[in-house]
């Protein structure tokens, strides 16, 4: 099997021709005059805006019906979980006891760690862990080897022999019926990937990581809605069960991309492949506990979702794709993407000829909207760590908190329109919740090599 590269395609001249045409969308208005000026906003805030609500606000304040899982399966589908790790030390040991105490049929479930030149005591911690557990097997990768964490897990692809593979961050927790439950839901959908609820533990730490609890709440009943209304789920890194064949189908993890979940939720659409979406039960995950951490993976993010939308979009226009998940696709670029660009271009240009800005109209329902999704899905009942307790003070926080996204995302495009490509892989400290210390990194970033620049496209 060939991992998936994309690295030769042009992403500078995709971002810089999206950066212009956004430019140009924010400034335009302000050469009509008022109230004509408001007409575009006001036409794609009514165009976006009922559609959000009709695929998740809608769907959200209805009951939600509990899932409908079989009690057991006739035969139960032999299982690999597998773990990217590179120097996590405080938190590998944690993480093998809570697979190896998984509920599941003796013998079918296999735990595969790739110690990604770790220069800590993870080796030899799997060394000494490895002699408890019959089910833990250990690749070691060289420090250079490349690729971060989609050249790790393609390293341990073709020694996998279970049906689904579940691929866990060193910091996850999860219920002992995790599998058990899990299991039977992605066989009843017949998917070929399913996502868990990422739960944020400690949330309560301070104001930003209660913050992340609030959004990973809004991006899970946001997939929900989506898959719901027959648009487009996407995976999340943490917590994916992804069955195998389809994953080799499509070639594979993409070693040329900084968000190796994003990219394959493209290719596994283009293949027609289904991702379900699940909310209970979650898999656990630490927050990022400071602003220089969340800005640099609140880049990252950014990147790799504008990239697979460059990487791939002519065959998300031109290829069979139904015409539901098409305009899916379409809505939420412009929401996630397009309108942050567009609302700087909006507001620098009316600083620059003293007029009031023109896309206010569209920015306001998009808060709006996002913080009504945050209530109601806080407001669901839910398995793991609490879900903030929703008030005037914290539905403000979690709205206030998301126009980050407007600062991210016009600086990532600019610097992806202007700068070489280079693929610099992050490495993730995980320190667990008793540890009184701060993660240096994201939770859920790249594993693997640090500074490695690729081929400038």
């Known amino acids: 099997m060939t991992a998936a590269k994309t690295a030769s395609r042009p992403r500078r001249g995709k971002a810089a021709l999206f950066v212009l045409l956004c430019g140009c969308a924010g400034a335009a208005p302000h050469w009509v005059e008022p109230p004509r000026n408001l007409l575009p906003a006001i036409s794609l805030t009514l165009l976006l805006g009922a559609y959000v609500i009709r695929t998740v606000l809608f769907r959200l304040w209805k009951p939600q019906p509990p899932v409908a899982l079989p009690e057991a ?12 790790a590179r120097d ?11 697979v190896a105490q998984l509920s599941y049929p003796e013998g079918q479930l296999r735990l595969w760690v790739v110690d990604d030149g770790s220069e800590d005591r993870t080796a030899a911690l799997l060394e000494e862990i490895g002699s408890r557990h019959s089910l833990l097997t250990v690749l070691r990768r060289p420090r250079d080897a490349g690729g971060g964490k989609s050249g790790a897990l393609n390293a341990v692809l073709p020694q996998l022999r279970g049906r689904w593979m579940l691929v866990l961050d060193a910091d996850a927790g ?25 739960a944020v533990v400690e949330a309560d730490r301070n104001l930003l990581t209660q913050a992340q609890a609030m959004e990973m709440a809004l991006d899970t009943v946001i997939q929900q809605g989506r898959l719901a209304s027959g648009g487009v789920p996407e995976l999340r890194g943490n917590g994916q069960l992804l069955r195998r064949d389809a994953l080799e189908a499509c070639g594979g ?3 040329a991309t900084v968000t190796d979940d994003l990219d394959l939720s493209f290719r596994l659409l283009l293949g027609d492949c289904g991702i379900g979406v699940l909310w209970d039960p979650p898999v656990e995950e630490e927050a990022v506990r400071t602003l220089p951490a969340l800005w640099r993976q609140r880049q990252r993010w950014a990147e790799g979702g504008l990239q697979r939308f460059f990487d791939y979009w002519p065959s998300l226009v031109a290829g069979p794709l139904a015409p539901s998940r098409k305009l899916d696709l379409a809505a939420f670029f412009l929401l996630q993407y397009a309108l942050p660009v567009v609302s700087i271009a909006d507001l620098l240009t009316a600083l620059a000829t003293r007029t009031l800005p023109s896309i206010w109209p569209l920015s306001i329902v998009a808060f709006g909207l996002s913080g009504a999704a945050i209530v109601a899905g806080c407001r669901r009942s839910s398995e793991g760590p609490p879900l ?10 979690g709205i206030a908190y998301l126009a980050h996204w407007f600062v991210v995302i016009p600086w990532v495009a600019l610097r992806m329109a202007l700068l070489p490509k280079r693929l610099v892989w992050a490495k993730t400290l995980h320190v667990g919740e008793a540890s009184g210390e701060e993660s240096h990194e994201d939770t859920d970033d790249l ?11």
């Open 73 to 84: 399966l006739d035969h139960w589908p032999d299982v690999d979980v597998v773990v990217a």
């Open 88 to 98: 996590e030390e405080a938190v590998i040991g944690r993480l093998v006891e809570r």
């Open 447 to 457: 594993t693997g090599e640090a500074d490695l620049t690729t081929q400038v496209s």
């Open 253 to 255: 993890f993409n070693e």
């Open 388 to 397: 903030p307790n929703i008030n005037p003070f914290t539905a403000a926080l």
């Open 174 to 198: 999860m219920p002992r019926d995790l599998l058990q439950r899990l299991i039977p839901y992605a066989e009843a959908g017949s998917w070929a990937a399913v996502q868990l609820r990422k």
